[in-house]
């Protein structure tokens, strides 16, 4: 392993696990409630594991780096999109275990995610939507720096921006932003500290969409979004020119700037490709807060939201236009803070903007806007996403050519300048079509050059044919060094879009939830109204066709094992889950029902549902929580009307 994958964190066998309790109380229970059943098992447990022998791989004497052995902890956590299932993936890494997967705009049968009450109150409307298109994930900043609090994600599908919690790894929060469609592009103020969170909505659409102007596409246009961080409301909205696509804020927190295709305002491929060029927009910050404050802005329909002109004829002068190279696609702030750089595309650069000029730009002592770009250094064929080292090195991935290409960012600004250097470091193959990358913590200014992954869209060939849909493959790269080292493919599951990566310690994360959290404070306000002490009452409570139940859990028992309705009542589930011990989560499941969730040590969750048909059903925990597990259930009693 080389040094620079070295550090003074505790990591491997020297972690001790901060809470055993788990452990001792499943091997208790077991001795009591199955010691002679535990005892075949373990033999046969023993057994089979001194047969087994791990696959090996073919080495290419690196792969040993990326090895975590069992009971070691991973350096990194990784957050990966989930694309199509609307999910967010967590990885360890340089493991590159799959740990846990956060359900967001998806429904969860496992966690009841999209199903329970508290759920349904987090999404909102929405949650009619089972379907999403989870696409840039990225984590809060304080001065330019991870500080572990939440982890953003956009819904391309559905028009939605959501919150993670990194201390519960729970969704905690979620908007469906207005008068836009599909936000696309994702990124956080990085200073002071994410004061807002900034989104694209990527396609025109008429305004108000009601109707009037269907086929009227000069009536057509998007708007770049800003939400507090804090509360989750949209602040304000800048009207465009084009389609928004991928964004990224400087290391100021003055400026954002995104690309932009199908500047020609089109609705139809063939329109779409008239130009020449496209542009990023630059957004100034502190010129949008202006005109706000001012007043110079209007609303959009039933929406309050103040909406600011943003496009090349106002007179506001809150953004400008960069032009580039046809239909630009990623956009990256480099970790030095010097450079936005725009991907081409349809042209084989990228476009280095200097951000030190951007004021210069603003203020009008710029003879052109093309006077920000500092160089434009050819890359490959098909330039998409960018990623940083920390050490004046980016990599790009080219999406023809199939590789990532490792080069040096000032060397390309003394090319653009007439001098005879190579910027070029390194291309190397990746398998294949290369869309997002990312380096551990390169989205920071803490970026430290070990590892990079290519989040490769195709994977042919590389792993055991499972019929025409194929895993994506996100491939692991070894940067420390001087060369790129492809180290490990991982299969992923439609479509990973983009990760963000940082350090272990970065994020502190409670072990069992804490009785005050406001992620149920509304259910438990309901429960009082009822006279319900939740950690203490069993009861159920009718009011005319609504029943409502209130049962502690505590392993292996339910507080209730019957519950009387009839059909067509409604009922509510309220469970209080008071065991104490870390990762002793328990579950609800009533049988044909569709009624599932999750309930973790010290949670409280409720869950609603119809009992449309007579009959007996049982629920039971469908969390494996106790030897006696099995026994752990409760009828559902329902009489005919």
């Not at 496209?278 to 502190?286: G, K």
Request: aromatic share 8%; net charge negative.
């Amino acid at each position: 392993m080389s040094d620079n994958h070295k550090d003074d964190k505790p990591t491997g066998s020297d972690v001790v696990p901060v809470n055993q309790g788990r452990r001792r109380f499943l091997a208790g229970s077991a001795m009591v409630g199955a010691a002679g059943m535990a005892g075949v098992t373990g033999v046969a447990g023993v057994s089979a594991l001194a047969r087994s022998q791990p696959a090996q791989a073919a080495s290419n004497g690196n792969a040993s780096s990326t090895h975590v052995g069992p009971g070691e902890l991973d350096e990194y956590y990784g957050f990966w999109s989930g694309g199509h299932s609307g999910e967010v993936r967590v990885y360890g890494v340089p493991s590159m275990r799959e740990i846990m997967r956060i359900p967001v705009f998806n429904h969860c049968s496992a966690s009841g995610w999209g199903m329970t009450n508290e759920s349904k109150r987090i999404m909102g409307d929405s949650h009619r939507f089972t379907n999403g298109d989870a696409h840039h994930p990225h984590i809060s900043y304080t001065d330019g720096s991870h500080d572990g609090r939440y982890l953003f994600i956009n819904d391309k599908a559905n028009t939605r921006v959501a919150r993670i919690r990194l201390d519960v790894f729970k969704t905690d929060a979620m908007v469906t932003v207005p008068n836009v469609q599909a936000i696309h592009g994702l990124r956080l103020q990085k200073a002071p500290r994410t004061g807002y969170v900034f989104a694209n909505g990527e396609y025109m659409i008429p305004q108000p969409n009601d109707g009037r102007d269907i086929n009227d596409p000069s009536k057509y246009y998007t708007m770049w979004n800003a939400i507090d961080a804090d509360t989750m409301e949209v602040k304000w909205q800048v009207i465009v020119d084009g389609n928004l696509d991928n964004m990224d804020a400087d290391y100021t927190g003055k400026y954002a700037a995104a690309t932009c295709y199908n500047s020609e305002g089109a609705v139809d491929l063939a329109g779409k490709m008239r130009a020449d060029r496209d542009w990023v927009t630059v957004f100034s910050i502190e010129r949008i807060e202006q005109a706000v404050a001012d007043g110079n802005y209007t609303t959009i329909g039933d929406s309050d939201v103040p909406v600011v002109d943003g496009r090349k004829s106002s007179e506001l002068n809150v953004t400008r236009y960069v032009p580039v190279p046809k239909n630009p696609h990623g956009l990256n702030t480099s970790t030095d803070g010097k450079y936005f750089i725009a991907a081409g595309k349809l042209s084989p650069t990228v476009t280095m903007i200097e951000i030190a000029k951007l004021d210069d730009l603003f203020e009008g002592n710029l003879d052109d806007e093309r006077d920000v770009v500092a160089a434009e250094p050819e890359i490959g064929l098909g330039p998409l996403h960018t990623t940083f080292d920390g050490r004046g090195n980016a990599y790009t991935t080219v999406f023809i050519d199939s590789q990532v290409v490792k080069w040096n960012m000032e060397d390309a600004v003394r090319n653009y300048n007439g001098e005879d250097v190579e910027y070029i470091r390194q291309k190397l193959d990746v398998h294949y079509q290369p869309g997002h990358n990312h380096a551990t913590l390169s989205e920071s200014k803490d970026a430290d050059g070990k590892w990079l992954f290519s989040l490769n869209k195709f994977s042919k060939d590389r792993f055991l044919p499972v019929g025409p849909l194929h895993p994506e493959n996100d491939q692991m790269i070894d940067i420390s060094g001087e060369e790129m080292v492809l180290v490990h493919d991982t299969p992923t599951f439609a479509e990973p879009h983009d990760a963000v990566i940082i350090r272990r310690d970065q994020i502190t994360t409670k072990q069992v939830w804490e009785r005050d959290d406001p992620y149920f404070a509304e259910t438990i306000a309901k429960a009082v109204e009822d006279g319900v002490n939740v950690e203490t009452d069993n009861k159920i409570i009718r009011d005319g066709n609504k029943v409502r139940v209130y049962m502690t859990s505590v392993a292996p028992n339910f507080g209730i094992t019957e519950i009387p309705v009839k059909v067509g009542d409604e009922v509510t589930v309220t469970i209080t889950n008071l065991d104490r011990i870390e990762d002793l989560s328990h579950g609800f499941c009533v049988v044909d029902h569709g009624v599932s969730m999750e309930v973790s040590p010290l949670q409280t969750a409720s869950i609603t549902f119809t009992a449309d048909k007579p009959g007996v059903f049982w629920y039971y925990c469908n969390w494996f929580c106790h030897a006696l597990h099995m026994e752990m259930v409760g009828r559902l009693l329902v009489e005919p009307a």
